[in-house]
């Protein structure tokens, strides 16, 4: 096939950088450290391999910058001896002539113990000023630090109930002060640690965000309530954009579905702790329901489009779609009508690493990810090493 003719093999410029096409590796944590946040070889490995498959960007899984805002398995980029490892990975990376951003987050799901009322709280409503200026340093000191390994770029991740879409959530954020209450308030940590970044790496460096279309999070009650709406979304994207950001990735949590391998993360849990015969009756148990919500047919291709296009709609920076994608054919017509100016992939990534030389090459067969999100099994609390149940063979 004519490569002049698929979109999806047309490079693009974000800032000064030159991406050879227009696919891109969405952040997946990788699962692959000593557990204290030390890359180890695999993660070094993976990264060749996704380059050599073909795809046009490659962003990092998230690395915390700060030790409280860690998961169990991610890599750190919170001290400077984490500076010449990564280096390694980007060295590699570039040898195969890829381009590589590392995302940087903090990530803390869980509600935690209010020192004044003694109630669970977020996060959110329980730092102080002080604590604040912290983590916003500790995101400007880790963006030096992606510039020194090597790094062609940062993404702030603001997204998936992680703190700074904790800090945009009207639901979450009940702070009284200028950090919560109106948009623009609960939009000011995200912008401030957004400047950190852009103060620390300079004028010429790319730095972009990942943000949710809207949010529907699992970390409210009721559980469904939307936390973030598209117009506080596009509010959101557009002030970024003002303050100088480089390009938004959309994304959207509840749109990232297809099964919930929930049985599954059950019992690997049960036995994480040793309970062997707890999860041989969990597993019995749980099946009827599991039949129900573990099933592919949950999965709806790129349901978040028509979100992406009003971001598309409303900005001028380049905006990486994310969430569901499998078909080429349906990727093309999106770069072609101009309703996004990347695609984006994670699961069939890590199914396929693959996959972007398949579709430069002129196949459009669709992506051979099932979306049972067993790939999802590889995160905390179970630290398993990334990789894909059906398509082992790629790792
Ligand atoms: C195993 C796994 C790990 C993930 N880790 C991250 C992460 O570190 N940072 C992030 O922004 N998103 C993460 N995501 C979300 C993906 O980047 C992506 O937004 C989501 O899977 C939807 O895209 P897809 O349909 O192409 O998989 C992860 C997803 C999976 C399945």
Redesign the pocket.
């Known amino acids: 096939m004519n490569n002049n003719k698929n979109p999806l093999a047309l490079s693009i410029v974000i800032k000064d950088v030159h991406i050879k096409n227009r696919l891109v590796k969405?952040?997946?944590?990788e699962s692959m450290t000593d557990g204290q946040g030390d890359i180890t070889n695999a993660y070094k490995q993976y990264y060749g391999r996704l380059s050599s498959g073909g795809v046009g960007l490659i962003i990092t899984?998230?690395m915390y910058v700060h030790e409280n805002g860690k998961l169990p398995g991610m890599a750190g980029i919170e001290k400077d001896e984490r500076i010449s490892p990564l280096r390694q990975v980007t060295n590699y990376v570039h040898q195969h002539n890829s381009t590589i951003f590392a995302?940087v987050n903090y990530a803390n799901l869980k509600k935690i113990i209010e020192k004044k009322s003694g109630k669970k709280e977020w996060l959110p409503n329980t730092l102080s000023k002080e604590d604040i200026e912290e983590i916003i340093d500790c995101f400007g000191k880790a963006a030096a630090r992606v510039k020194k390994a090597g790094f062609d770029g940062i993404q702030l991740?603001a997204?998936?109930s992680y703190l700074l879409a904790q800090f945009l959530s009207k639901k979450v954020n009940q702070r009284q002060d200028k950090y919560g209450g109106s948009l623009s308030n609960r939009q000011r940590l995200c912008i401030e640690v957004y400047r950190a970044i852009r103060e620390s790496v300079g004028e010429g460096f790319p730095v972009i965000v990942?943000l949710d279309s809207y949010s529907r999070s699992f970390v409210t009650v009721p559980p469904l309530t939307k936390t973030i709406t598209l117009r506080e979304a596009l509010d959101t994207a557009k002030k970024l954009e003002k303050s100088g950001v480089d390009a938004i990735e959309v994304?959207c949590f509840l749109a990232?579905r297809g099964a919930l391998p929930y049985k599954q993360k059950h019992i690997d849990w049960l036995k994480t702790q040793g309970k062997e015969t707890r999860a041989n009756v969990v597993g019995v148990l749980l099946t009827p329901i599991d039949l129900v919500i573990n099933h592919p047919q949950w999965f709806k291709p790129h349901q978040n489009i028509a979100h992406i296009k009003a971001f598309k709609k409303h900005l001028h920076i380049p905006i990486l779609a994310?969430?569901?994608?499998r078909d080429p054919v349906y990727m093309k017509k999106v770069i072609t009508n101009n309703e996004a100016d990347m695609i984006?992939?994670?699961?069939?990534l890590?199914c396929d690493p693959d996959f972007p030389n398949a579709i430069l090459n002129g196949d459009d067969s669709r992506s051979k990810c099932h979306n049972c999100?067993l790939?999802?099994l590889?995160?905390p609390p179970n630290e398993r090493p990334?990789h894909c149940v059906y398509n082992q063979q790629y790792h």
């Open positions: 969405s952040a997946t944590q899984g998230h995302q991740h997204a998936h990942k994304t990232t994310g969430s569901c994608f984006c992939l994670a699961r069939p890590i999100n790939c999802s590889c995160l990334l």
